[in-house]
């Protein structure tokens, strides 16, 4: 049965009901206790089906919030972080794990340098012993070879130079070694101290990221088909909250038999006639269908809401404990995932400082090779002198014959330790080069890691992660309070639709009684007065009524029904079927 608005009577009537004639007053007034009941009740239903709707759509709104979640900026950000975290780590490790090639070569290196740097050093060192000897041998022949002692003296000046040079030489050599093992040391120390835990680290988070991503999956499709089935639940309780119209129904035609008994009361004072019998019979017939009717329809909603929230209980139940699980199974991994970086942040900053000052060590290993290099040239120079002089040492004595002979033995002693010397440099560039290739190649490998400073990244992922984790928890919040709440009003309502369907029952002897009283009225003889009839059945907003009315007064109805109004559609919209 649909209804029309509700239309709402002057109270004019229902006081002239309760004038003279007490039967009619008393019938009167026991037709307005139920439709007062049901007007109360029926409101309090709605009520509760609206509130319940509200709480629906909001157990609706936070599963796909839920499911929304795990495809958020948030989420996926922090999961393309931990992806590009766990890509560098596990170069880190890669690089941990093939060991510090270049400075354990600079490590040889610098100590195969040991070998021709003490021999340049014993060469200088002869040079000079050598030199001091010749100017003894020099002073030897007599004051008029002062150019043979300018020689011998310069000799000795080029071999303390040269002396300076190589202790230069070797003090750089020392302070590389320094460096170098300073260097491997700092790398063995991080490499045995956090080599380990990074690689249980990138293990967690490859493990973990597996993990979120396929709970990630199936939360979504949970959360998903869960608003699905709220939405379902939310447009049958739209159709529940349409269907209890028919209090409003049932309340307007109650109306209309008071109307009819007011119109009977203000007869009171007449000798009953025909009008008034019609009248008597009138609500007779009008309270009785609207018994039944009411009766029926109010099974028909106690069913309806029944079946309703027994469906409403199982779908808020199995959807807040599927979403629970989910969340709560989501939320273990992305906790852990969370706590995984949060223990990689300070790793992967130490591991930096520590690529830092390996860089500054490497820097500082390339400029003590230039500085070896430029005493190197040095030497070389000096070296040549050297040479220079023996050939010129060489050139006096055969000047002085037979008195030089000693002079003549220094002077090819010279030209020896010259070669040695030279021979000796020759040997420390070329493993000099060798070092400045180590070091090139230390200095490559360290740029694969400009511009990737990823130190700050683990805690902006972790703040992320906890920002979904603070999201969803509130959503689950919001589920484990909305769906009991929702449940409570269901329950209320079905029990309001048990007691109004009970208290229905007891029209049976209202309609008797009004049935009574028309048989006893129907003695009298009159016309009818088709006026007060006619106003009557303007007033009715049933088509059903209009039907009985005519059929008892036999009225040929002049105008065609009015048509039902549709049924509402909208079902995932509360809005829709609330206003």
């Known amino acids: 049965m649909s209804a029309l608005p509700a239309v709402r009577f002057s109270e004019g009537p229902t006081e002239a009901a309760q004038g003279t004639n007490p039967d009619v007053a008393a019938l009167a007034a026991r037709v307005a206790q139920p439709r007062e009941e ?87 060192r002869l040079l000079e012993l050598v030199a001091i000897n010749a100017r003894i041998v020099a002073a030897a022949l007599g004051t008029s070879q002062t ?8 000799m000795i000046q080029i071999s303390r130079g040269a002396k300076a040079t190589v202790g230069k030489i070797t003090n750089v050599q020392g302070r590389v070694a320094r460096t170098v093992a300073e260097s491997l040391q700092l790398q063995g120390d991080f490499g045995r101290d956090y080599a380990s835990t990074m690689a249980t680290i990138a293990q967690h988070l490859e493990g973990h990221l597996r993990l979120v991503e396929a709970q990630r999956v199936q939360a979504a499709d949970h959360a998903k088909r869960s608003a699905g089935l709220a939405a379902s639940i939310g447009a049958r309780i739209g159709d529940a909250i349409m269907a209890t119209q028919v209090g409003d129904g049932t309340r307007q035609r109650l109306e209309h038999v008071e109307e009819i008994l007011a119109r009977i009361a203000e007869r009171s004072g007449e000798t009953p006639g ?45 959807g807040t404990s599927r979403a629970g699980k989910s969340i709560a199974d989501s939320s273990l991994a992305l906790a852990a995932l969370a706590a995984d970086l949060q223990s990689l942040g300070p790793l992967l900053r130490k591991e930096a400082e520590n690529r830092a000052n390996a860089q500054k060590l490497s820097e500082s290993a390339a400029n003590a090779m230039s500085e070896m290099l430029a005493q190197i040239d040095q030497l070389e120079r000096l070296e040549r002198d050297v040479r220079l002089l023996g050939l010129n040492m060489a050139v006096r004595c ?94 209320a309502t079905a029990k309001q639709t048990r007691e109004i369907s009970a208290g229905g029952r007891n029209w049976s002897d209202l309609a008797e009684a009004i049935t009574s009283a028309g048989i006893e009225a129907q003695a009298a003889d009159g016309g009818v007065d088709e006026a007060a009839l006619g106003t009557i059945r303007s007033h009715y907003t049933m088509h059903k009524e209009r039907e009985i009315h005519d059929r008892i007064t036999g009225t040929v109805p002049t105008t065609p029904p009015k048509a039902e109004p549709p049924p509402a559609t909208d079902g995932d919209d509360i809005d829709a079927f609330l206003f």
């Open 38 to 124: 049901i007007e109360r009740a029926f409101l309090a239903m709605g009520g509760n089906l609206v509130a319940a709707a509200r709480l629906l759509e909001a157990v609706s709104g936070a599963h796909r919030a839920m499911a929304a979640e795990f495809e958020g900026e948030d989420f996926l950000s922090a999961v393309s972080s931990i992806d590009a975290l766990r890509s560098e780590v596990g170069t880190i490790i890669s690089a941990m794990s093939a060991g510090n090639v270049e400075f354990e070569q600079l490590a040889e290196t610098t100590h195969a340098l040991r070998a021709p740097l003490d021999e340049t050093e014993k060469a200088i």
């Open 398 to 491: 055969s000047g002085l014959g037979d008195r030089a002979s000693g002079l003549r033995v220094i002077a090819a002693e010279v030209g020896g330790l010259a070669r040695d010397t030279s021979a000796a440099a020759t040997k420390v560039r070329g493993i000099l080069a060798g070092a400045q290739s180590a070091i090139e190649a230390a200095r490559r490998r360290a740029s694969q890691f400009e511009g990737r400073d990823l130190t700050g990244a683990p805690l902006a992922a972790s703040g992320r992660l906890e920002a979904v984790l603070s999201r969803l928890s509130t959503n689950t919040q919001l589920l484990a309070e909305s769906c009991p709440k929702a449940s409570v009003l269901l329950d």
């Open 274 to 318: 025909a009008t008034v019998a019609m009248l008597w019979r009138l609500a007779s017939a009008q309270i009785q269908s609207t018994n039944t009717d009411f009766l029926d329809e109010i099974r028909t909603l106690h069913s309806a809401i029944d079946l309703l929230r027994d469906d409403a209980g199982q779908v808020l139940n199995d």
């Open 147 to 154: 150019d043979m002692m300018a020689f011998t003296e310069e």
